[in-house]
């Protein structure tokens, strides 16, 4: 199950594909990335290219119709749903465009959250409030929260069980701009570290802080560049 090669995602021939009536919908088509650890991949493409499809194979929410696909060398294709839950917990992070926060908690008990399975390290999540810069808000709500702040505790919550991967889903699509631009600057904070991030975005200036960008067009990867 476990590969040699030391890519952080690596998916091979993928596709998903959607019966929709009589009409077959193929949201991804044949598509293989790989992504080295601490690498920051942008994802761009209209509305409907399969930019969430593939997301949420990589994250584990779904699982591909054909192909293959690894996380940090581990095979998840063939995993049985309760191993694919773990496996999502304890190796990915995801985060977005509508935070998803739990209103009823503050601040530090959101990003506390995903450690339910696991002994309560106080510590590190002090230091994640503290690096996503929450510094002085952790008993605050979300609702008395801007949105930046908001995506900031999701950003906290989704790295809080050290994935190697950061999965995001048009993260600043929400946010104004200064915030934006806060968030991307997180984020390559972030790959120092070796986190691997994918960033699917209809922002091209967003992109530019990627390494490499691909884009989809009808669940096909039509273009690869580096900015
Ligand atoms: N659950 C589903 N059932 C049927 N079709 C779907 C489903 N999810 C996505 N699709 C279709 O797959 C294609 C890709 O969608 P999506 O990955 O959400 O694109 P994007 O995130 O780039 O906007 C679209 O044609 C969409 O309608
Ligand atoms: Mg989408």
Known sequence: MTTEHGQAVRADGLWRTYERGSETVHALADFSLAVDPGEMVGIVGRSGSGKTTFLNLAGCLDRPTKGKLWIGGNEITGLAEKDLVEFRRDHIGFVFQLFYLIPTLT????????????????ERVHEMAHKV?????????PNSLSGGDRQRIAIARALINQPKVLLADEPTGRLESQARDEV???FEGLREDGLAIIMATHDLEQADHCD???ELKDGRMIRETRP
């Open 107 to 122: 601040a530090v008990e959101n990003i506390r959250l995903p450690m339910f399975a696991r002994r309560t390290d106080e």
């Open 133 to 141: 810069g929450l510094d002085g808000k952790l008993d605050l709500r």
């Open 184 to 186: 991307l600057e997180l």
């Open 212 to 214: 490499r960008i691909i």
